[in-house]
């Protein structure tokens, strides 16, 4: 006799087989390539000779320091979100907010200005970007409004000091400026600057995802699933951060912070490393940019940004070149708009230069590559999954670099 469970074995046996799950097809991401025509346009550039062999090797010189800080510094962002650091840090904010919505817009916006200009900008894309986004995820917010938080101050409260962006080094250097007296040079404008964008953070932003009440209710503070690798990766963060606040090279201490979190993860989760983690379309997008600007710069670039600047001095020489310096960012990027605008100003024309470099470092927010802060916080709002309205975020961007490039510039005329 057959009992009800041979009955139902028998129906299972007879059934005709699951149909396979469909294949999922691996399709390129725009900026992938993007990353690759901008890498074989360079390649091509300096092969064919239309990039002399000598300049090809100054640039690549030149980048190949940056190259490394790139790619260790987001695999060391990778781990570190992995081994829950920045949940950690976003439970704590949450709640030193106290449940209320303004105050954690003021923490937040505080602690972004903070990163960015006692680091730099970069620091604060990748490693700034993904505290706030777990915050987002903690507190079940849009991540929007804290995620523009980030690239927003990253790019507009870089100007204070020389380590605060790469091309206020150069700028530095070019005008002889101690540090000292380039952040008392600076102080205003960055003031003016932070203000503007605070202020467009909340209205464009913040106010319009706020939660009923304006308030909040705060996460319990989160715990690390592995302790022992958590510290690790906490512990690689505060030796980059050290080593940039004693001014070791960037790379250097991204390099040496990256390999104690990789001995961390050797040890405890080794399944987790994987080539995936390698951000190869980023460091491909940024040698191809510089070896085709470079090109172009001895192909009419440097004189059609000579013609932007222009020859005019006081309150409209200095508007120009911050216009210039904006616009160039959004087109290039804004390393290769500084150069190019520092090779057709006057040695000693430090208004219209500081004008110039105000313009590339608030400038580059609406195009996503018209900053490498810009290039990493949209990796790590990417790799999180997170997206940001793009029209939204373009047009605000654009209101943002066009008042505050104007009122830093402003600012700039009032102190010089």
């Not at 904010?93 to 919505?101: S, T």
């Not at 490693?127 to 929007?144: D, G, K, W």
């Amino acid at each position: 006799m057959r009992t009800s469970s041979d009955v139902k074995l028998a129906a299972v046996a007879d059934a005709p087989p699951a149909p396979p799950e469909p294949t999922r097809r691996w399709r390129p991401h725009p900026l992938d390539l993007v990353a690759v025509v901008l890498a074989v346009v360079g390649a091509a550039c300096a092969l064919s000779g239309l990039l002399p062999r000598a300049e090809t090797t100054a640039t690549v010189h030149r980048i190949l320091p940056l190259l490394l800080f790139l790619g260790t510094v987001i695999v060391l962002a990778e781990l570190t979100a992995v081994a829950g650091v920045f949940d950690v840090l976003a439970s704590r904010l949450a709640i030193a907010a106290r449940g209320r919505w303004a105050a954690l817009f003021l923490l937040c916006g505080g602690l972004a200005t903070v990163t960015t200009l006692v680091l730099n900008l970069d620091t604060t894309a990748v490693l700034l970007t993904p505290v706030l986004l777990a915050l987002a995820r903690n507190l079940r917010v849009p991540a929007a409004p804290l995620a523009v938080t980030t690239v927003w101050l990253a790019n507009t409260a870089s100007l204070l000091l020389p380590v605060s962006n790469l091309t206020n080094l150069l700028a530095a250097d070019r005008v002889g400026l101690s540090p000292l007296a380039y952040a008392e040079r600076m102080a205003l404008p960055q003031l003016a600057a932070v203000a503007v964008t605070m202020a467009l953070l909340w209205y464009a932003w913040w106010r319009r995802e706020r939660p009923v009440g304006g308030r909040f209710v705060a996460p319990a503070r989160h715990v690390p699933a592995d302790p022992v690798l958590h510290r690790t990766a906490l512990a690689g963060c505060l030796l980059f951060v050290a080593g940039i606040v004693a001014g070791v090279e960037i790379g250097l201490a991204s390099t040496v912070a990256l390999a104690l979190v990789l001995l961390g993860f050797v040890v405890r989760s080794p399944t987790t490393l994987r080539p995936g983690l390698v951000p190869v379309r980023l460091l491909l997008f940024v040698t191809g940019l510089f070896l085709v600007v470079q090109t172009l710069g001895r192909h009419g670039l440097d004189d059609l940004v000579g013609n932007l600047l222009g020859t005019d001095g006081g309150t409209l020489g200095a508007l120009r070149a911050g216009g210039t310096g904006a616009l160039l960012s959004n087109a290039v990027n804004n390393l290769p708009a500084y150069l190019a605008g520092e090779s057709v100003l006057p040695a000693g024309d430090h208004t219209r230069l500081l004008a110039l470099l105000i313009g590339t470092n608030i400038g580059p927010l609406a195009a996503p590559w018209a900053s490498l802060a810009t290039l990493l916080w949209f990796e790590r709002c990417r790799a999180a999954g997170v997206r940001v309205p793009v029209t939204r975020f373009v047009v605000t961007s654009t209101v943002l670099a066009v008042t505050g490039t104007l009122a830093a510039v402003g600012a700039l005329l009032l102190v010089s």
